[in-house]
């Protein structure tokens, strides 16, 4: 069989679905059969992501207007649910990851929820499996959305083995013992809430990736408001050392976020054996188990009891080993063999 992966949102680096897509192609082609052939949908320059050698259908913008004619493809796999590139041919099978509805939490206006809604229907419609990234994403998407008696599947996330080099440090070092977060710092990932954990001690806030200016502001008159801002550094994106880095480093990990399918940067601390701080809301619980701490609320006083137990809890156990454990099952291997076991069934089916 002949697959097309559809890798066109890695024109956005530093997101997730560059990294699911980039890692998801390689450990697709890894464990590919002979007989069967792997084919990435990306724009020409983005190539040397992969190998030049590998198969590639080139992506353009004026293919969301209209879509050219593509032989002998069996099956395409539409990584991005809001997707636009859609080959229009009946003869192509069709599978479509859905990794959230996140707009549902997010407080958007009920015009919008339904605008985005009927968007998602239109490649729910089109396409011929559904692939949710987690159960919680699998019931939205069934609690919302129409999908007859198309299936519908969960195949986790993996996450990639760490990139670690001695010599290799970030841009920014932190001064003091820090607490890391890590996200595209928007309000959505709630990172202004982080800043009262820094009451009664003496850590600093290291926050990384992509930045919205106007929530980078929000998180820094937070500071200001606790006497903190010497103590909370938004670093920008950082590369993937850099991000390992800290990931050693840290003496927690934290993510309140409000919404997420999944939560690839819990399971990265986790990978280091860290404890890993989330809030209980969407996803987060089922990907991090009995091996995360959790947030029940975003009340100052009532984080600060929690980050406090949790610590002390961690130091008195000593769970690391049982963490690393917990983020090996969540890896590209197994996320890949599923998805070969997926498009056999679906052009089988």
């Known amino acids: 069989m002949k697959i097309i992966l559809d890798c066109e949102r890695m024109k956005y680096p530093h997101t997730g679905l560059f990294e699911y897509c980039q890692q998801l192609g390689n450990a697709l082609k890894a ?64 599978v479509l990851t859905v990794h959230d509805l996140n707009f549902l939490y997010e407080g958007k206006s009920a015009a919008k929820v339904k605008k985005y809604l009927q968007k998602h229907q239109e490649n729910i419609d089109r396409c011929d499996h559904i692939v949710a990234i987690s159960e919680f994403t699998r019931q ?40 890391f977060a890590l996200g595209t ?7 202004h809430v982080l800043v009262a954990l820094l009451y009664n001690n003496d850590f600093e806030l290291v926050i990384s990736g992509k ?41 927690a990990f934290l993510f309140p976020s409000l919404a997420e399918g999944f939560g690839i940067p819990p399971i990265e601390a986790m990978t280091f054996g860290k404890p890993v701080f989330l809030s209980d809301k969407t996803s987060l ?27 002390d809890h961690y130091h008195q156990f000593q769970p690391a080993e049982r963490i690393r454990q917990h983020a090996g099952q969540f890896n590209w291997s197994n996320s890949a063999k599923a998805y070969w076991e997926t498009y056999k069934n679906t052009l089988n089916g």
């Open 31 to 94: 464990l590919k059969e002979p007989k069967d052939e792997l084919g990435f949908y990306l724009n020409p320059t983005l190539r040397h992501h992969f190998n030049e050698n590998d198969f590639f259908v080139d992506q353009h913008g004026l293919q969301k207007f209209l879509f050219p004619r593509l032989k002998n493809i069996d099956l395409w796999h539409t990584t991005y649910q809001l997707s636009r590139y859609v080959p229009q041919s009946s003869k192509i099978k069709r």
């Open 140 to 179: 939205d998407i069934i609690k919302h959305l129409r999908i007859g008696d198309k299936p519908i599947s969960v195949i986790y996330n993996g996450c990639a083995p760490p990139l670690l080099l001695p010599e290799a440090t970030p841009a920014y070092l932190p001064l003091k013992p820090f607490l």
């Open 185 to 191: 710092v928007n309000p959505k990932k709630n990172f």
């Open 211 to 251: 930045t919205e200016p106007d929530y980078v502001q929000k998180i820094l008159n937070e500071a200001r408001k606790h006497g903190v801002e010497k103590r909370v550094k938004i670093t920008g994106p950082v590369t993937d050392t850099e991000k390992c880095w800290y990931y050693q480093h840290c003496e």
């Open 285 to 311: 619980p089922e990907i991090g188990g009995d091996c995360a701490y959790y947030f029940h609320t975003f009340d100052p006083v009532d984080m600060q009891h929690t980050f406090v137990a949790g610590m």
